[in-house]
């Protein structure tokens, strides 16, 4: 596993030990996101729910994020999460909490925290992307026109809409679903 654009490119990042409880993007599918949502992230804020080895908050990053959240309750995904940060010296760039996703959208929603970008990569067996979105809208905590990736498997397919969010992308890629949504803004 490598980030594979920006400032640390080509940067091997930490894996888990086996894929039962930690399953990272693969760098190919981080990769289509990154063409999809656009090569640079430059000025950003993001978050990452679930995120297992932080590999798509680094990406970000790597790639101009100014602000990376992480989040995971697990403790060898927190593990991987500071190991990686470390190593790549993003520590001035990514915070990382140790709590679930839903009580960390919930609190950043109460600390009025925004982010462009939102990535959630829940175990698939959750079938949780909707109740993320509906979180997320919630919370208040994607700035209009923000955008949302939600990685299901493909026995979850997202809808077009979710509240605000409407589908811009949906990509199958293996046992895995991209679904990129952009949060839409009301005309007066």
């Known amino acids: 596993m490598r980030i594979v654009s920006g400032s ?7 894996a888990p030990l086996s894929d ?20 640079r992230c430059d000025g950003l804020t993001v978050l990452d729910l679930f995120a297992g080895t932080g590999a798509l ?5 790597s790639r101009g994020a100014v602000k990376v959240v992480l989040v995971d309750r697990g403790r060898e995904a927190l593990a991987l999460c500071r190991a990686n940060t470390d190593a790549l010296k993003f520590t001035d760039r990514v915070e990382i909490i140790a709590a679930d996703a ?3 959208i919930k609190s950043l929603g109460l600390k009025k925290r925004v982010f462009e970008l939102v990535f959630a990569d829940p ?4 079938q949780a992307g909707v109740a993320l979105l509906e979180a997320l809208l919630a919370a208040k905590i994607v700035s209009p026109e923000g955008v949302a990736v939600i990685e299901t498997g493909e026995d979850e397919l997202l ?15 293996g046992a895995t679903i991209v679904s990129i949504f952009r949060l839409t803004v009301e005309g007066p």
Request: no cysteine; proline share 6%.
């Open 57 to 61: 908050g680094l990406e970000a990053a």
């Open 8 to 14: 640390a490119k080509g940067r091997v990042l930490a």
């Open 159 to 173: 809808p077009e809409k979710v509240g605000a969010f409407e589908r811009i992308d949906q990509r199958e890629m």
């Open 102 to 104: 839903i009580s960390t």
């Open 20 to 39: 039962d409880v930690i399953r990272p993007t693969a760098d190919r599918v981080r990769e289509t996101i990154f063409n999809v949502l656009g090569q």
């Open 123 to 126: 175990p698939y067996k959750h």
